[in-house]
């Protein structure tokens, strides 16, 4: 079956504008978490969503923001864009469990000018 | 508060060879733990996990790692490795104790080069 799907693959913003990523889960799989990826920083985690609530939130500042539909989909918003937020967004998903695996897409290549 | 060591930045080894990635952790309660693959410009890919039972597991692409709980540890190995072995290795874990929250706290990765 399908992976986790990304989109958009790649995008440039301009510092103070917003943006919004898209996520697709693997069919069946009602958690999706994103984590930012940076050189500097590494792999973080921003939030996790389970039947369109929102679970677990990492150390991001409000500009920061999430939501889940009814159809597991989930989309990341960054408000007010900053140079630091350039980074890998990774979407992953799993079926309920601390135990299964967590699956992660392609990610969002998002470069702030 | 959860974390993962990887403390090698890069391992090289010669194709053939084996190799070994290292990892410790630091939970409280018993923990998963979990190694993902990055190639370029790409994201991660499930290599293994350890939940419970046997402390040696495989995986895929001829990997395994090996669960320490008495060192902590949550080493990634291959027999014989190959040039496209080459790539970005993340190890991560979550705490057993969290219900269902997919929380995974990761090392700061360990680029693996094989060289001919």
């Known amino acids: 079956k399908a992976g986790v799907t990304q989109t958009p693959r790649y995008l440039i913003k301009t510092r103070g504008q917003q943006v919004t990523l898209s996520c697709s889960p693997i069919?069946?799989?009602?958690?999706v978490s994103w984590y930012q990826q940076t050189p500097g920083q590494g792999l973080q985690f921003l939030f996790e969503?389970?039947?369109?609530?929102?679970?677990n939130k990492g150390n991001f500042p409000g500009r920061f923001s999430g939501r889940q539909f009814s159809n597991s989909r989930s989309e990341m918003n960054v408000s007010t864009l900053e140079l630091g937020d350039s980074a890998l967004y990774l979407c992953?998903?799993?079926?309920?469990?601390?135990?299964?695996?967590?699956?992660f897409g392609e990610g969002s290549w998002l470069t702030v000018v | 508060a959860q974390s993962v060591a990887q403390p090698e930045d890069q391992v090289n080894v010669a194709e053939g060879n084996p190799l070994t990635v290292k990892c410790t952790y630091s939970?409280?309660?018993?923990?998963?733990l979990f190694w993902y693959v990055q190639y370029p410009n790409r994201g991660l890919q499930f290599l293994l996990k350890y939940i419970t039972g046997d402390n040696l597991v495989k995986g895929s692409y001829g990997f395994e790692a090996e669960f320490n709980k008495s060192q902590t540890s949550f080493h990634l190995k291959k027999p014989s490795a190959l040039v496209s072995d080459s790539a970005l290795y993340f190890c991560a874990v979550r705490v057993q104790n969290t219900g269902t929250a997919s929380k995974l706290t990761f090392g700061t990765g360990t680029r693996l080069q094989v060289t001919l």
């Open positions: 992953a998903s799993s079926s309920q469990g601390a135990g299964n695996t967590i699956y």
């Open positions: 939970v409280s309660g018993n923990p998963y």
């Open positions: 069919s069946g799989h009602r958690s």
């Open positions: 969503y389970f039947s369109e609530t929102q679970r």
